[in-house]
T-cell receptor, first 111, second 113 residues
């Protein structure tokens, strides 16, 4: 059973701070890693994908991948109340095109 | 650009009634299609996926079924709903042969009473 683990939170940060969300996965041969944002009552929205070790930046979002330690993280700089949502980590197992989703981390950004 | 539609957006059905949820994708051909269920406060549960017309794989045995009558159409059905079928049903797709980025439809919120 391939596993993707996330701290359920909630993670509470003040507006303007950096929010750090973490995800660990069990399949060592996974090659693709995705972060989704899900607002309450809405469907998940893809916000970041990363395939290589290191950092990938897109606006206020940075995804960090460490395959040796089997973790992927999402940093949100200058957090805004509109970033308050649940963030899902998704990792397809090596050789599969079907992702395993973590249960998500709830982020609350308070003014 | 690609668009994914789901309907209805919300549905309230009594126990024992049938169900039909529909998902269509526009702007792409031969997508991989998926049905997920998200129960209140829970993670995403993969129910079915399809790599082509008439090809359905089931991940969880239950009283639900899926069909793919056309390339870009995916249908989730049940003959008799259970209370435990309540949840948020999500259809997703990704282009065949790509790096697995899934895109979700707006979802159908089903309440079984």
């Amino acid at each position: 059973q391939k596993e993707v683990e996330q701290n359920s939170g909630p993670l509470s940060v003040p507006e303007g701070a950096i929010a750090s969300l973490n995800c660990t996965y069990s399949d060592r041969v996974s090659q693709s890693f995705f972060w989704y944002r899900q607002y309450s009552g809405k469907s998940p929205e893809l916000i970041m994908s990363i395939y290589s070790n290191g950092d990938k930046e897109d606006g206020r979002f940075t995804a960090q991948l460490n395959k040796a330690s089997q973790y992927v993280s999402l940093l949100i700089r200058d957090s805004q109340p509109s970033d308050s949502a649940t963030y899902l980590c998704a990792v397809p197992s090596g050789g599969s095109y079907i992702p395993t989703f973590g249960r998500g981390t709830s982020l609350i950004v308070h003014p | 650009s690609q668009t994914i539609h789901q309907w209805p957006a919300t549905l309230v059905q009594p126990v024992g009634s049938p169900l039909s949820l529909e998902c269509t994708v526009e702007g792409t051909s031969n997508p991989n299609l998926y049905w997920y269920r998200q129960a209140a406060g829970r993670g995403l549960q993969l129910l079915f996926y399809s790599v082509g017309i008439g090809q359905i794989s089931s991940e969880v045995p239950q009283n639900l079924s899926a069909s793919r009558p056309q390339d870009r159409q995916f249908i989730l059905s049940s003959k008799k709903l259970l209370l435990s079928d309540s949840g948020f049903y999500l259809c997703a797709w990704h282009p065949a042969g790509t790096a697995y980025e899934q895109y979700f439809g707006p979802g159908t919120r089903l309440t079984v009473t």
